[in-house]
């Protein structure tokens, strides 16, 4: 800062400076609260209601369970911050998966899934460059790439699944036993991919600029940000992300199969926004997300141990989606006067 | 003229037939809050993008502290230190007040947490945006408030703190108080006198004349792409300004101050 | 509809795919109504479901070899997602401009197709459904399917006798208000002389027909019951993905599974020892039997028998049960469908 030297400064602006936990705080600020007030809801629910429900074992099985749509919603976050939204991941996990499964069969397991990931980076440069450089509508544009890339993966595959063998590609699935309870290396990956996002969202400038750019993108742009070039930045990492999914799939099942997780990309927009995350981009974070898709297998896991019809699952989330969404709602016309 | 800190002369743009700056000159003092008035038409807005490097001009030159520049992107104007504050609310507002001062001028840590990890400054950043705050008396619960908590004054005071952290030399601010109820821009009026207080002039455009009249230390009166007066609010009256800015009356008639067209 | 398959292929998204499916829709008269068959030619139309799925791409190719065998012409149009009846409706109007004989079709819903039709049945076209019935029945001339409740008997009594004295099912399905699917479900507990609520059955969990939804769902129940020993599921993608969950639990050798489907992947897995015993279907035989329907009428005049013509059902397993006929999977490796 460049200005003339100090006034008194205001005792209480300076006093919020020296409260250490003030990232801990932010982190469980107001949009972490609901979607953890939930979760904690659900478990404390099932676990009365059941007596299977509340064993560790059926606990590491739930986060197990959630590590496929719960790291495509974490790159969904991201974009979701910009406004934007994602329609193809599922299509372009599903596609690196056929992919790395493909050419695993015959070839080296390593090279397969560096293979995914340039999928992934391909397919994800594309929709960042055709909504970042050329300004088309996020919704559109991977729309238009879903159903591209939905059909070619059955072309590539001719509609077959591949079994999935090598010890690389499945390592995900397993993992640290501690007290005759596993926890995966997929949960373990998930975990880290939210810490490394989430450091970067709050403690880089990166961050910022992403926040920046979903709020308010003219005062982003004003301010010298270039616009553009993070709005790009976002939809690659997301793409990174989506591979490390496309990893965890062929963990969790042991066979690249074109025709599955046909609805994991409105799964990880459920995720994003039960996780309080807005869709018009600026609010939210990849915590939210983290707990948001465990919710989501929450209520699948519980809902079908308490012997409740599993539509009553997709209705328990419909509620969800439409609460936080309200919630956001409220939030933003409030404290925009 | 070095004592000017912001000075053109002979700007010329034409759009097609449209002359929008017509051999127009411009001069800011040091220390003074200049006001730009002038019709709808007149081409002040198209002198002020000149000045911020918005607009390449056909022919002239624009001096900052006597040194010739050449803008060609308003990053330029902003690196000979020359800040903005638009009309349009330039904040954002689910970010909190550190975040949009050091917005996209963020400050990392020292060292290879800040190298390699691109770990950001926060306590120098919040110690920064408290001080800031504080020098132009703008009062706030706490710079952790997110933006859209404040008031519709105390975002635009959010912006003009912004601005005035950064400029070096100028500080430009575009119909500011445009949006605002009377009280809150009362309260903008207040800190544009405060940033001058710190040193920066300022240059002001307002199509309010009472607000301008009121703290300006002269006017500047632009008229068919130049500028065709500049005044001094203690000599003139709103109405004579008026008169000269809408070409009903001429300027020879005023006693204007710091050179003519 | 055969929801089971079609619904693995279910193609993603709600309102993204409706709206692909309403483009679809608009666009998908790619045959030029100007060439009307002269008399001497013989076309029928063949509508499809959604042909990323195998089975409905067996069923459409066996279709059309046994039309072309006969020296017919051939107008194809499928459905671009499952449930898309407004493709299907805009293809029969094509075809009905266009003048073909007879049309063989695969309703993507029992009730939407039924007016066109009878539109096409009172010009004078023969049409024969296949896979899946309208509403009501004899709104088509003639129906050649599973008789999937049939299907569904014939594992549970298969796993009736073949499991244990105490057994604890798991019931993997799929959207029961499904034709195929409630035929199936109910079949099966017919078969295991059991009704919904029997104590034995230890839970029930339902999956989008994929391999990754079976495997959630089987976790899910195991979680809460791992003494489940028989699982019935309700097709072979998902016996599949029980299988990965039963195999991380160390039960992959205790629990027998039943399916349905015959496809040359489950079958394999029949070989495997994943699959205990399913219940082949035979898409190729369908659609021969439409074509033969076709010609009869076509030559003769003969219209073919009103109602639900069963195309069959074997059962596939390699340990028989006495006085349950079955078939090997060396033999139905010969005639599973899909790819090999």
């Known amino acids: 800062m460049t200005s003339a030297p100090p006034r008194e400064i205001d005792a209480a602006l300076l006093e919020q400076e020296e409260d250490r936990g003030g990232g801990v705080r932010a982190l469980l600020g107001n949009q972490v609260a609901g979607p953890l007030a939930a979760l904690v809801l659900a478990i404390i629910i099932f676990g009365l209601t059941t007596s299977t429900f509340l064993n560790a074992g059926n606990l590491s099985l739930i986060a197990t369970q959630s590590v496929v749509v719960g790291t495509l919603a974490l790159g969904q976050t991201l974009i ?104 995966t290396y997929g949960v373990l990956l998930w975990i880290g991919l939210t810490a490394v996002l989430g450091y970067a969202l709050t403690q880089t400038a990166w961050g910022s600029h992403v926040y920046a750019v979903g709020d308010n993108r003219v005062a982003a742009a004003l301010t010298g940000i270039k616009v553009k070039r993070v709005l790009l930045s976002v939809y690659l990492t997301a793409a990174v992300v989506y591979a490390f999914a496309a990893w965890q799939a062929l963990g969790r099942t042991p066979t690249a199969d074109p025709s599955g997780y046909a609805t994991a990309n409105l799964d990880s927009i459920t995720a994003v926004v039960i996780g309080g995350t807005s869709l018009f981009g600026g609010r939210g974070g990849v915590v939210g997300t983290f707990i948001g898709a465990l919710i989501v297998t929450v209520l699948a896991n519980g809902l079908t141990q308490a012997g409740i019809d599993s539509l009553y699952q997709q209705v328990a989330t419909g509620v969800l989606v439409v609460i936080a969404v309200a919630v956001d709602h409220f939030v933003r016309t409030r404290q925009t006067r | 003229m070095t004592e000017h800190v912001l000075e053109a002369r002979g700007l010329t743009k034409r759009y097609g037939h449209v002359v929008a700056m017509d051999d127009c000159h411009f001069d800011l003092r040091p220390g003074e809050i200049l006001a730009v008035i002038g019709d709808n038409g007149a081409g002040k807005s198209t002198l002020i993008k000149a000045l911020t490097g918005a607009v390449i001009p056909d022919t002239g030159s624009i001096s900052v502290n006597g040194q010739e520049v050449q803008f060609r992107s308003p990053l330029d104007a902003r690196r000979a230190g020359i800040e903005t504050v638009y009309q349009e609310l330039g904040v954002a507002p689910a970010l909190d007040i550190t975040q949009n001062l050091y917005l996209g001028r ?67 601010m575009d119909e500011p108080t445009a949006a605002l109820g009377v009280r809150e821009t009362n309260q903008v009026l207040k800190l544009i006198e405060r940033v001058r207080e710190n040193g920066l002039p300022v240059v002001l455009i307002s199509h309010n004349m009472p607000n301008v009249f009121q703290v300006a230390d002269r006017i500047h009166i632009h008229r068919l792409g130049r500028r065709i007066a500049v005044v001094e609010p203690a000599h003139t009256t709103m109405e004579e300004a008026v008169a000269v800015m809408t070409g009903a009356k001429s300027p020879e008639s005023l006693q204007t101050d710091g050179g003519t067209a | 509809m055969n929801a089971s398959r079609t619904v693995r292929h279910i193609a993603a998204s709600g309102l993204a795919l409706s709206l692909v499916a309403a483009a679809a829709a608009c666009s998908s008269d790619d045959d030029s109504p100007a060439s009307v068959a002269g008399a001497d030619d013989v076309t029928i139309g063949i509508v499809e479901l959604n042909l990323s799925n195998p089975f409905f791409g067996t069923l459409q190719k066996a279709t059309e070899a046994a039309a072309t065998a006969k020296g017919w012409k051939v107008m194809k149009a499928e459905a671009k997602v499952p449930g898309d009846s407004a493709t299907q409706v805009t293809a029969i109007e094509n075809m009905i401009n266009r003048g073909v004989k007879a049309i063989v079709l695969d309703p993507a819903n029992p009730t939407a197709l039924v007016p066109v ?120 993608p998902v016996a599949a993905g029980a299988y990965t969950a039963l195999k991380a639990k160390g039960l992959d050798g205790k629990a027998t599974t039943v399916s349905v489907d015959g496809a040359c992947s489950g079958v394999q897995d029949v070989k495997d020892g994943i699959i205990g015993a399913t219940a082949m279907q035979f898409p190729s035989k369908m659609g021969e039997m439409a074509v033969a329907a076709a010609e009869a009428f076509i030559s003769g005049g003969t219209k073919p028998q009103s109602g639900l013509t069963d195309s069959g059902t074997v059962l596939i397993t390699d340990k028989p049960v006495a006085g349950l006929e079955s078939q090997t999977s060396e033999w139905g490796l010969q005639n599973c469908w899909g790819e090999k």
């Not at chain 2, 691109?118 to 408030?145: E, F, Y």
């Not at chain 3, 896979?131 to 001339?141: F, V």
């Not at chain 3, 569904?152 to 959207?175: E, H, T």
């Open chain 2, 106 to 172: 963020e400050q990392r840590r020292k060292g290879i947490l800040g190298s390699v990890f691109r770990k950001l400054d926060k306590a120098s950043m919040r110690h920064g945006s408290a001080r800031q705050m504080a020098d132009l008396g703008i009062r706030v619960q706490s710079i952790r408030q997110k933006v859209e908590t404040l008031s519709g004054g105390q975002r635009q005071a959010v912006a003009v703190a912004r601005v005035a952290a950064w400029a070096t030399s100028v500080v430009i």
């Open chain 3, 117 to 236: 039709v009878k539109q096409a049945r009172d010009k004078g076209i023969l049409v024969v459904t296949v896979n899946a019935t309208l509403t009501p029945i004899d709104a088509a001339d003639a129906t050649f399917a599973t008789d999937n409740t049939a299907a569904g008997r014939l594992i549970g009594q298969w796993a009736k006798a073949s499991v244990p004295a105490n057994p604890r099912i798991a019931m993997l399905d799929f959207d029961l208000s499904d034709g195929p699917a409630g035929g199936r479900h109910n079949g099966f507990l017919e078969g295991f002389g059991i009704k919904d609520g029997d104590p034995q059955i230890a839970g029930a969990a339902l999956t989008k027909g994929t391999i990754e939804t079976g495997q959630a769902a089987m976790e899910n129940l195991l979680s809460a019951h791992p003494d489940i020993n028989t699982v019935y599921t309700i097709n072979e």
């Open chain 1, 80 to 183: 979701i911050l910009t406004a934007g939204i994602d329609l193809a991941n599922g299509a372009i996990m599903v596609l690196a998966s056929v992919v790395i499964g493909n050419l695993a069969t015959d070839g080296n397991a390593l090279l397969a899934l560096a293979a995914g990931v340039l999928v992934c980076v391909v397919m994800g440069g594309l929709n960042g460059v055709l909504i970042a450089r050329f300004s088309l509508p996020p919704f559109i544009v991977t729309l238009g790439m879903l159903s591209v890339l939905s059909a070619v993966a059955r072309l590539y595959t001719d509609s077959q699944s591949y079994p999935i063998n090598s010890d690389l590609l499945t390592v995900l699935n397993r993992g640290l036993t501690v007290g005759g309870v596993t926890i």
